[in-house]
């Protein structure tokens, strides 16, 4: 009923930047809080920000300062904007919602596919 489709993950050198997004189509009648999270080789899948449908936003400690959440309503889009990146960076990244389907009024719990995110030294 809800997809999540995540872009703009690549290979970057560190210090570098990326601009995650991730759009979410289907019967929605809207959306709550919308997070990021990420998986390195090897470990377990991480939780790295979150965003509100009002915009009021809170990030992990091992990316404050350096990843900004956002999101666009109107188009059920959130995006990761990730400046000064380091090896440590390196994993899947995976967008998640909760959005709340238009017939019905169900509260989904929606997992995008992932996308890679490499950061050389």
């Known amino acids: 009923q809800v997809q999540l489709v995540e872009s703009g993950g690549g290979l970057v050198q560190a210090g570098g930047s990326l601009r995650l997004s991730c759009a979410a189509s289907g019967n929605i009648r809207s959306i709550g809080n919308m997070a990021w999270y990420r998986q390195a080789p090897g470990k377990q899948r991480e939780w790295v920000a979150e965003v509100t449908r009002g915009g009021g936003a809170n990030s992990a400690d091992s990316v404050k300062g350096r990843f900004t959440i956002s999101r666009d309503n109107a188009n059920y889009t959130v995006y990761l904007q990730m400046n000064s990146l380091k090896p440590e960076d390196t994993g899947v990244y995976y967008c998640?919602?909760?959005?709340?389907?238009?017939?019905?009024?169900?509260?989904?719990?929606?997992w995008g596919q992932g996308t890679l995110v490499t950061v050389s030294t």
């Open positions: 998640y919602a909760n959005p709340v389907v238009t017939q019905t009024l169900d509260v989904l719990l929606v």
